[in-house]
């Protein structure tokens, strides 16, 4: 298995075995010769993440070893893996640098960052011999740009006409005529009945020969 790996790639994996171990070991201690409290780097927390990161960068360097692949089209395992090893570097650097006044820097500091060292550049190393470039911000915005530079725009639909509303015929309005009054009927005024007077019967004149005129 050892023999199936590059020289890259044994180096970054025997980095990250020792970072593993270092970070077990102390980093600090406090006290004299005769009592003395020692600090590991897991104990501390850019201790074990940047234990955690190396290991990481080491297991994405030697994968493809063992036909194992990790990455995407847009960034490779091996670009993951320098940028988990740079950080982890920063994290154990700024643990040699930040250190509290009257507490001493222990040997598994020092461990632990030569076996920083190894990983990082056994990770170079191996993209190098691969001819991988570093990632950059393209590798992380590639990807969107040339999808929608190859993915043809849709024209815009021609905006619909509203439907057209069909109204039913109104009825003419119904127009109730007033009922008509009788005509009225003026009847002519009746007269009065003419009365004529009576006549007298004329006296019978009872001599005979007479005639009156």
């Not at 025997?14 to 104990?43: N, Q, R």
């Not at 993440?49 to 360097?61: D, K």
């Not at 905006?159 to 009054?181: E, G, K, L, R, S």
Request: net charge negative; glycine share 10%; no cysteine.
């Amino acid at each position: 298995m050892w023999n199936n790996l590059s020289k890259a790639q044994q180096i970054t994996a025997g980095g990250g075995v020792a970072a593993l171990v270092a970070g077990f070991l102390p980093w600090y201690s406090v006290g004299d010769e005769f009592f003395a409290v020692s600090v590991k780097g897991t104990d501390l927390t850019f201790g074990w993440m940047g234990m955690v990161l190396f290991l990481a960068a080491a297991a994405l360097t030697i994968a493809p070893a063992f036909g194992k692949n990790v990455g995407t089209d847009q960034i490779q395992g091996e670009q993951i893996a320098i940028i988990a090893a740079a950080l982890g570097s920063l994290m154990w650097l700024y643990r040699l640098i930040d250190t509290p006044f009257g507490i001493g820097r222990g040997y598994g500091l020092f461990v632990a960052l030569a076996a920083g060292a190894a990983v990082t550049a056994g990770v170079v190393m191996n993209m190098k011999d691969k001819g991988i470039a570093m990632p950059t911000t393209a590798n992380f915005t590639s990807n969107n740009t040339e999808t929608n530079a190859t993915t043809p725009m849709t024209p815009a639909a021609a905006p619909m006409a509203p439907p057209v509303v069909q109204q039913a015929p109104v009825a003419p309005p119904v127009v109730q005529q007033a009922p008509m009054a009788p005509p009225v009927v003026q009847q002519a005024p009746v007269a009065p009945p003419v009365v004529y007077p009576a006549v007298a019967p004329t006296p019978a004149n009872d001599t005979p020969g007479h005639i009156e005129f």
